[in-house]
């Protein structure tokens, strides 16, 4: 059974850098195939895709938050940690992390997320 | 980037119902798409991955069709714990995308 688990300070400041680990079992980062992505949801809004790490280490982000964001693994620690900079107040919002699934058919690369971590609910403010 | 685009944005309807939730990419994304159900207070749920592969463990009454710019999830027989928020999420570039969300709510 696969289960996620996000950690990190529930309130900061607005300059300061964010630090949020996932704590994950029941797989391995290092079987292909496999990553573990940062997902949010301000209140009243959409959900948000922050970043993705993938088995081999590569990483990918979301554009507009790229230059903020930093994605790591641990795994011999089996945890994946995010960093965000220059935290403002429009950044608060609940931090989800995920299991991402990656399969190859034919020309065809699909990517799904699950299952997903209870998120953490992270509040910006002064 | 890809925006997606998700109708209604709220919904009501009766147990037993049936209801349909469209989603539309601003790009042709093949069959990159995947649905998610959100309660709140929940982790959010795969209900369907690559347009219309139900997510093992997922009821039948849940399905996804389409291919390009246009997808549709739908739930036959709704059922209580249907009620929630369902996303779409596109996963065509390597960058992922997500709907504004549809609530579903008892009428």
């Known amino acids: 059974q696969i289960t996620l688990k996000e950690s990190g300070p529930t309130l900061v400041k607005p300059t300061q850098t964010l630090t949020l680990t996932c704590s994950f079992s029941?797989?391995?980062?290092?079987?292909?195939?496999?990553?573990v992505a940062w997902i949010r949801q301000a209140p009243g809004k959409a959900l948000e895709w922050l970043a993705l790490?993938?088995?081999?280490?590569?990483?990918t982000y979301t554009p507009s938050l790229n230059s903020r964001l930093a994605i790591s693994k641990d795994t011999s620690k089996n945890q994946v940690v995010l960093t965000m900079t220059n935290m403002d107040p429009v950044d608060t919002a609940t931090y989800f992390c995920?299991?991402?699934?990656?399969?190859?058919?034919?020309?065809?690369?699909?990517?799904?997320?699950?299952?997903w971590g209870q998120g953490t609910r992270v509040t910006v403010s002064s | 980037d890809i925006q997606m685009t998700q109708s209604p944005s709220s919904l009501s309807a009766s147990v037993g119902d049936r209801v349909t939730v469209t989603c539309r990419a601003s790009?042709?994304?093949?069959?990159?798409l995947s649905w998610y159900q959100h309660s709140p207070g929940k982790a959010p749920k795969l209900l369907i991955y690559?347009?219309?592969r139900l997510q093992s463990g997922v009821p039948s009454r849940f399905s996804g069709s389409g291919f390009g710019t246009d997808f549709t999830l739908t739930i036959n027989s709704l059922q209580p714990e249907d009620f929630a928020t369902f996303f779409c999420?596109?996963?065509?570039?390597?960058?992922?995308?997500f709907g504004q969300g549809t609530k579903l709510e008892i009428k």
């Open positions: 790009q042709n994304i093949a069959g990159h």
């Open positions: 029941g797989f391995s980062l290092t079987t292909p195939g496999v990553g």
């Open positions: 690559a347009a219309s």
């Open positions: 999420q596109q996963s065509f570039s390597n960058s992922f995308t």
């Open positions: 790490i993938y088995w081999d280490d590569d990483k």
């Open positions: 995920a299991h991402a699934s990656v399969i190859i058919e034919g020309l065809y690369i699909y990517k799904w997320f699950d299952p």
